[in-house]
Nanobody, 112 residues
Framework: EVQLVESGGGLVQSGGSLRLSCAASGFTFSSSVMKWVRQAPGKGLEWVALIGTSGARTTYADSVRGRFTISRDNAKNTLYLQMNGLKPEDTAVYYC?????RGQGTQVTVSS
C-alpha cells in the first residue's frame, strides 16, 4: 500500500520559513520522481516543485522559484520542501505526490 505522510506545516509570519517532510512507503522511492503540490482555499491543485530520482534534477513553479527548495533522502525514503521568504499567497495545504498518489497534506498558513 502506497503511503505518503506529510509533516512540518504550521502558522508563520510573512517572510518566515518552514521545512516540510514527506515519509514515503509502499513503493520504490529511490526510483520515483516526486512532486510537491498545493491547494489554496477555494482553488485547484497547483504544482509546486519536482525532483528526479537522484535529486540532481529539480524544477519549480515560477511562483516559488528562488524561495523554495525541494530535496530528498533516498536512504530515509523522505522528501523535503524548504520554504523561505513565505508570502500570504503561499497559504495552502501542501501535498507530496507520486504518480496519482498523494498524502493527506499539511496546512501552511502565512500571516501578513
Amino acid at each position: 500500500e502506497v503511503q505518503l505522510v506529510e509533516s512540518g506545516g504550521g502558522l508563520v509570519q510573512s517572510g518566515g520559513s518552514l521545512r516540510l517532510s514527506c515519509a514515503a512507503s509502499g513503493f520504490t522511492f529511490s526510483s520515483s520522481v516526486m512532486k510537491w503540490v498545493r491547494q489554496a482555499p477555494g482553488k485547484g491543485l497547483e504544482w509546486v516543485a519536482l525532483i528526479g530520482t537522484s535529486g540532481a534534477r529539480t524544477t519549480y513553479a515560477d511562483s516559488v522559484r528562488g524561495r523554495f527548495t525541494i530535496s530528498r533522502d533516498n536512504a530515509k525514503n523522505t522528501l523535503y520542501l524548504q520554504m523561505n521568504g513565505l508570502k500570504p499567497e503561499d497559504t495552502a495545504v501542501y501535498y507530496c505526490a507520486w504518480a496519482s498518489n498523494r498524502g493527506q497534506g499539511t496546512q501552511v498558513t502565512v500571516s501578513s
